[in-house]
């Protein structure tokens, strides 16, 4: 069984679009999180999330909202997509936020591309 | 500011060990991690190290931990082509309970 998935997999689609990306844990995590890679393989955090509790990377545009509708799933949606979207988004869990609990398992990347 | 730096890419032969280099910012660190993302792949934690330990072995890899330096190694032995890969070093954020700070990646390319 795969721990943490992310769907879909490929994600190609034109600019000004809304699009989600599905995210789900079978861990028995408290905490996850959302990053972006870019095409250096630059990996930067966009969100955490545990316990209702929402953590955003400052740098992040409000166009990216995650949603959360229990603690298996963590979405992102994503409003009026831009060129510079254009990315790898991984989805990942922890146990919790202190010590080894903070050891993060990653899902398998969704691959979006914005024309 | 929060940063980990790595070097971007290292290429080693076949069979060589390989050392890959990581220096973090928060001396306070509780755990260090090393990630590995194979072509088209998600990261796998590689392995960890708890801030008490100055080395840690298992199998192949060697995690080498400098605290004074803030210094993280990791060296792979016996390189293998499977062994290609970027590998990332992280550490947990001191101003963001749970977040882990990635290095951008050391790419590992290794030649038959």
């Known amino acids: 069984d795969t721990a943490v998935s992310q769907t879909p997999k490929y994600l190609v689609t034109q600019m000004g679009n809304d699009k989600s990306i599905k995210c789900e844990q079978n861990?028995?995590?408290?905490?996850m999180y959302w990053y972006k890679q870019d095409s250096k393989k630059f990996l930067k955090i966009m969100f955490s999330y545990n316990n209702k509790e929402l953590i955003i990377n400052e740098t992040v545009p409000n166009r990216f909202s995650p949603k959360s509708p229990d603690k298996a799933h963590l979405n992102l949606h994503i409003n009026s997509l831009e060129l510079g979207d254009s990315a790898v988004y991984f989805c990942a869990s922890s146990q919790g936020l202190a010590g080894i609990q903070e050891t993060q398992y990653f899902g398998p990347g969704t691959r979006l591309l914005v024309l | 500011g929060e940063d980990v730096e790595q070097s971007l890419f290292l290429s080693v032969r076949e069979g060589d060990s390989s050392v890959i280099n990581c220096t973090y910012t928060?001396?306070?660190?509780?755990?260090l991690y090393w990630y590995k993302q194979e072509p088209g792949a998600g990261l796998q934690l590689l392995t960890y190290i708890f801030s008490n330990m100055d080395m840690k072995q298992d199998q192949r890899l060697t995690v080498l931990l400098n605290k004074k330096d803030k210094h993280l190694s990791l060296r792979i032995a016996d390189t293998q082509t499977g062994d290609s890969a970027i590998y990332f070093c992280a550490e947990p954020s001191r101003g963001s309970q749970g977040n882990l700070i990635f290095g951008k990646g050391t790419k590992l390319s290794v030649k038959p």
């Open positions: 861990l028995g995590h408290d905490t």
């Open positions: 928060d001396s306070s660190s509780t755990y």
